[in-house]
């Protein structure tokens, strides 16, 4: 029984491969002795048939002049897909939060979110995209009046292809720094140090020389008070006392002082050489004062930030077909890096009490909803979802790819290398604690992990400059590989929506270039002397959680009950050929347990937004409210998108209706690019839209011409309802 199941599954996928492009709206084209029927009536009128050969023939010719690309092989979509997902959140987000939230224990919320909405939602937009066969604008085209989401997310990821690669940009500067002797942040005898500038191993040295200093070391050379006084009253002297005398109630408090002594106390009103360097140096924050003082270009980051640009265009002007052999490298040379920070920092003292402390459990902090709060968050950061990537990285995929074992890979490995960079992260940062005296909660912080924090680690390194070229260039390989996929799926999804673009290799490597320069240009402003006061507007509100929280939302209520999902489980099985428990699971997840966990996530983030907690600041200064007033900016322009094309979508589908009944005739009728034959006599309706992509060309069809054969430039998506659908993704029936 289950092998004939399995087989009328295969031949259901045959029919739908077959069938192409009918799969984007979600339905089967019907045919009638080799003719798409477009007129049913008794008579047969020749003017409602449309030869399926002529068809066939102009669509494989405009597939030949238009063709979308495709992954060389099945295993360059696994690798690029592990590398968008893998990228600098994994090394420095994730083990922050894991030791700010309790160590061990963060794990219980952040693998539970991960079970129950990061894959969910991870497989949801990876097999969209692969059913659908087009970008994050077109494969909404099941469901045309939630397209607005596809818009929403390909907005979101315009703003953090933006801003994402200015944090490369530092990255090159630090990584071209890094091949001078001495590095430039280990020092204080630099240009730009001031005289409160101190060498963390300075101060190290310092407290280690004073708490290993013995009463011996001090009273060395020397003769106690009381000894000089009994001494010199037996030979009568009157003043008794050398310059080699010491009183022994001033050494014991010497060395109660020194030993007690804290790098808070020696470090007081002090600023270190790494943070001098990041400040003055590579960002020239000191010579702005704020949000409202933006100064003039950084010439060198300016620089950093073209150099990264170029190489960006440069591994996607040609595609998928090249950017697909480049991750090979971007997304895997990274794991060798972490493993040797590993294996070096096991062999540092100090560095076990930092793993330690990276994996101890504390259970008691559970019962804050901030950590759920982060654990959430950190999912939609990690997994990249609704950033319209996902579901653009998938179409490039052949229709009967097993897309459900390759997201579950994914979705295991992503969270493995969080864990397993952690483990470098920590044993580094122990040992910095080690040398320091500190405890590890002060050595570090989210903010300042990769540039301040990791930098005086390396700088304590023996062979410091080594280790600071394989950082810095690890970190670059984590970023550039998501940064050139997210950019691949923008320059996709709009070509998709309007082909001529990728037409001809020229127009797409023209398009491309066009798209990194206005990148480039907005990034400008990022690369000021008071750019990271710009940046951090960015950072914060571009394609944050409000963001991804309510894309998500939508998206799940669009195709789980909208479009049902029921038929959207029967589309997937038609794909992979074969049904599962774990789509059952997933089923589960995105009909009740993603959407409560993001609305209580999205409900906390408001609440604490409201209660002062989430107002816009960097380090101490506070942002004027004009400037979280443009943050907000982002957040509205990219939600709004779904609402406003719903509006539009209605007011057409009302004009086209009330259009449809003031016709007598069955002639076609053109109506916001979309052409539909009504027929009054038949016992269902049939209706088959023809997308257009040249409405100049709409005047031929409404002037009657439906015998002739339709304008080959055209891109023509056949979409054919029955009773039981409807075209305006109303709820099956």
Same mark, same amino acid.
């Given at each position: 029984?289950?092998?004939?199941n399995?087989?009328e599954?295969r031949?259901?996928?045959?029919?739908?491969k077959?069938?192409?492009s009918?799969?984007?709206s979600?339905?089967?084209?019907?045919? +009638?002795?080799?003719?798409f029927?477009?007129?049913?009536? $008794?008579?047969?009128?020749?003017?409602g048939?449309?030869? $399926?050969a002529?068809?066939?023939?102009?669509?494989?010719e405009?597939?030949?002049?238009t063709?979308?690309?495709?992954w060389?092989s099945?295993? +360059?979509?696994?690798?690029?897909?592990?590398?968008?997902?893998?990228?600098?959140?994994n090394l420095?987000?994730?083990?922050?939060?894991?030791?700010q939230?309790g160590?061990?224990a963060f794990? =219980?919320p952040?693998l539970?979110?991960?079970?129950?909405?990061?894959?969910?939602l991870?497989?949801?937009?990876?097999s969209?995209?692969?059913f659908?066969q087009?970008?994050?604008?077109?494969?909404?085209n099941?469901?045309?009046a939630?397209?607005g989401?596809?818009?929403?997310?390909?907005?979101?990821?315009f703003?953090?292809?933006?801003?994402?690669?200015?944090i490369?940009?530092?990255?090159?500067?630090y990584?071209f720094?890094?091949?001078?002797?001495?590095?430039?942040?280990?020092?204080?005898?630099?240009?730009w140090?001031?005289?409160?500038?101190?060498?963390?191993?300075?101060?190290?040295?310092?407290?280690?020389?004073?708490?290993?200093e013995?009463?011996?070391d001090?009273?060395k050379?020397k003769?106690?008070?009381?000894?000089?006084y009994?001494?010199?009253?037996?030979?009568?002297?009157?003043?008794?006392?050398?310059?080699?005398c010491?009183?022994?109630?001033?050494i014991a408090?010497q060395?109660?002082?020194?030993q007690?002594?804290?790098?808070?106390?020696?470090?007081?009103?002090?600023?270190?050489?790494?943070?001098?360097y990041?400040?003055r140096?590579?960002?020239?924050?000191?010579?702005?004062?704020g949000?409202? +003082?933006?100064?003039?270009?950084?010439?060198?980051l300016?620089?950093c930030?073209?150099?990264?640009?170029?190489?960006?265009?440069?591994?996607?002007f040609?595609?998928?077909?090249?950017?697909?052999?480049?991750?090979?490298?971007?997304a895997?040379?990274?794991?060798v890096?972490?493993?040797?920070m590993i294996?070096?920092?096991?062999?540092?003292?100090?560095?076990?009490?930092?793993?330690?402390?990276?994996?101890?459990?504390?259970?008691?902090?559970?019962?804050?909803s901030?950590v759920?709060?982060?654990a959430?968050?950190?999912?939609?950061?990690?997994?990249a979802?609704?950033?319209?990537?996902?579901?653009?990285?998938?179409?490039f995929?052949?229709?009967r790819?097993?897309?459900?074992?390759?997201?579950i %890979?994914i979705?295991?490995a992503?969270?493995a290398?969080?864990?397993?960079?952690? *483990?470098?992260?920590?044993?580094?940062?122990?040992?910095?604690?080690?040398?320091t005296?500190?405890p590890?909660?002060?050595?570090?912080?989210?903010?300042?992990?990769?540039?301040k924090?990791?930098?005086?680690? %390396?700088?304590?390194?023996?062979?410091s400059?080594?280790?600071?070229?394989?950082?810095?260039?690890m970190?670059?390989?984590?970023g550039?590989d998501?940064?050139?996929?997210? =950019?691949?799926?923008f320059i996709?999804?709009?070509?998709?929506?309007w082909?001529?673009?990728?037409?001809k290799?020229?127009?797409r490597?023209v398009f491309?270039?066009?798209?990194?320069?206005?990148?480039?240009?907005?990034?400008?402003?990022?690369?000021t002397?008071g750019g990271i006061?710009v940046?951090?507007?960015?950072?914060s509100?571009?394609?944050?959680?409000?963001?991804l929280?309510?894309?998500?939302?939508?998206e799940l209520?669009?195709?789980?009950?909208?479009y049902?999902?029921?038929?959207?489980?029967?589309n997937? =099985?038609?794909m992979?050929?074969?049904?599962?428990?774990?789509?059952?699971?997933?089923?589960l997840c995105?009909?009740?347990?993603?959407?409560?966990? %993001?609305?209580g996530?999205?409900?906390?983030?408001?609440?604490?937004?409201?209660?002062?907690?989430?107002?816009?600041?960097l380090?101490?200064?506070v942002y004027?409210?004009?400037?979280?007033?443009?943050?907000?900016?982002?957040?509205?322009t990219?939600?709004?998108?779904?609402?406003?094309?719903a509006?539009?979508?209605?007011? =057409?589908r009302?004009?086209f209706l009330s259009?449809?009944k003031?016709?007598?005739?069955?002639?076609?009728l053109?109506?916001g690019?979309?052409a539909?034959?009504q027929?009054?006599?038949?016992s269902?309706?049939?209706?088959?839209?023809?997308a257009?992509s040249?409405?100049?060309n709409?005047?031929?069809?409404?002037?009657?011409?439906?015998d002739?054969?339709?304008?080959?430039?055209?891109d023509?998506?056949?979409?054919?309802?029955?009773?039981?659908?409807t075209? *305006?993704?109303?709820?099956?029936?």
């Amino acid at each position: 029984m289950e092998a004939n199941n399995e087989k009328e599954i295969r031949s259901r996928t045959d029919k739908d491969k077959a069938e192409g492009s009918s799969l984007i709206s979600g339905t089967h084209m019907t045919q +009638d002795n080799g003719a798409f029927n477009l007129n049913s009536d $008794a008579n047969g009128e020749q003017n409602g048939q449309l030869s $399926a050969a002529n068809q066939s023939a102009d669509l494989e010719e405009d597939t030949t002049k238009t063709s979308r690309q495709s992954w060389s092989s099945h295993l +360059d979509f696994v690798i690029t897909l592990l590398g968008f997902a893998v990228g600098l959140g994994n090394l420095w987000r994730f083990p922050y939060l894991c030791f700010q939230h309790g160590g061990g224990a963060f794990l =219980v919320p952040y693998l539970l979110f991960m079970v129950a909405c990061g894959a969910p939602l991870f497989f949801l937009e990876v097999s969209l995209g692969q059913f659908s066969q087009q970008g994050a604008i077109k494969c909404w085209n099941i469901l045309p009046a939630f397209k607005g989401i596809g818009i929403a997310s390909t907005l979101v990821v315009f703003y953090c292809n933006t801003y994402y690669i200015v944090i490369l940009a530092w990255a090159c500067f630090y990584l071209f720094t890094s091949f001078m002797i001495p590095l430039g942040f280990s020092t204080c005898d630099n240009t730009w140090n001031t005289g409160d500038c101190y060498v963390v191993a300075d101060i190290a040295s310092q407290m280690h020389d004073s708490q290993n200093e013995t009463w011996e070391d001090l009273v060395k050379h020397k003769v106690s008070s009381v000894e000089e006084y009994w001494t010199t009253r037996q030979s009568l002297r009157t003043t008794w006392n050398t310059g080699d005398c010491y009183v022994v109630a001033d050494i014991a408090s010497q060395m109660h002082d020194s030993q007690n002594e804290t790098w808070e106390d020696l470090v007081k009103h002090k600023v270190s050489s790494v943070e001098e360097y990041w400040t003055r140096q590579v960002l020239k924050k000191n010579l702005s004062t704020g949000v409202d +003082d933006p100064g003039s270009i950084v010439l060198h980051l300016a620089g950093c930030l073209f150099f990264v640009w170029t190489l960006c265009f440069l591994c996607i002007f040609k595609g998928i077909r090249v950017s697909g052999k480049i991750v090979y490298f971007t997304a895997l040379f990274p794991y060798v890096i972490i493993t040797c920070m590993i294996v070096r920092g096991a062999t540092l003292d100090g560095s076990a009490e930092g793993i330690k402390f990276y994996l101890t459990p504390d259970f008691s902090k559970l019962s804050n909803s901030e950590v759920w709060i982060d654990a959430g968050t950190q999912i939609f950061f990690s997994y990249a979802v609704c950033l319209g990537v996902l579901p653009t990285l998938g179409s490039f995929n052949d229709y009967r790819n097993n897309v459900l074992r390759d997201s579950i %890979i994914i979705s295991i490995a992503n969270p493995a290398t969080s864990i397993f960079a952690g *483990f470098g992260v920590f044993s580094i940062l122990g040992h910095l604690a080690y040398v320091t005296g500190l405890p590890i909660s002060k050595v570090t912080s989210r903010p300042g992990l990769v540039f301040k924090t990791y930098p005086i680690a %390396i700088s304590l390194l023996p062979g410091s400059n080594f280790w600071a070229i394989m950082f810095f260039f690890m970190i670059i390989l984590l970023g550039f590989d998501s940064q050139f996929s997210a =950019v691949e799926s923008f320059i996709s999804s709009i070509t998709d929506v309007w082909p001529y673009l990728q037409g001809k290799p020229v127009r797409r490597t023209v398009f491309t270039a066009i798209v990194c320069s206005v990148h480039f240009a907005i990034g400008l402003s990022m690369v000021t002397e008071g750019g990271i006061y710009v940046f951090e507007i960015w950072n914060s509100y571009s394609a944050s959680g409000k963001n991804l929280l309510l894309i998500a939302l939508f998206e799940l209520l669009a195709l789980m009950y909208v479009y049902g999902y029921k038929k959207y489980r029967k589309n997937i =099985v038609s794909m992979i050929g074969y049904d599962s428990w774990v789509l059952t699971w997933f089923q589960l997840c995105w009909c009740v347990f993603s959407p409560i966990l %993001i609305l209580g996530i999205f409900t906390f983030e408001t609440v604490d937004y409201f209660r002062g907690k989430g107002f816009l600041t960097l380090g101490s200064y506070v942002y004027p409210k004009w400037a979280d007033g443009i943050g907000w900016v982002f957040v509205v322009t990219a939600v709004m998108c779904i609402p406003a094309y719903a509006l539009y979508h209605i007011s =057409v589908r009302r004009a086209f209706l009330s259009c449809l009944k003031k016709r007598k005739d069955k002639s076609l009728l053109v109506v916001g690019g979309k052409a539909t034959i009504q027929n009054d006599n038949a016992s269902y309706e049939q209706r088959i839209t023809i997308a257009t992509s040249s409405p100049a060309n709409n005047g031929d069809l409404q002037n009657g011409a439906q015998d002739e054969k339709p304008n080959r430039n055209w891109d023509r998506k056949f979409e054919v309802f029955n009773d039981s659908t409807t075209t *305006f993704g109303e709820t099956s029936a």
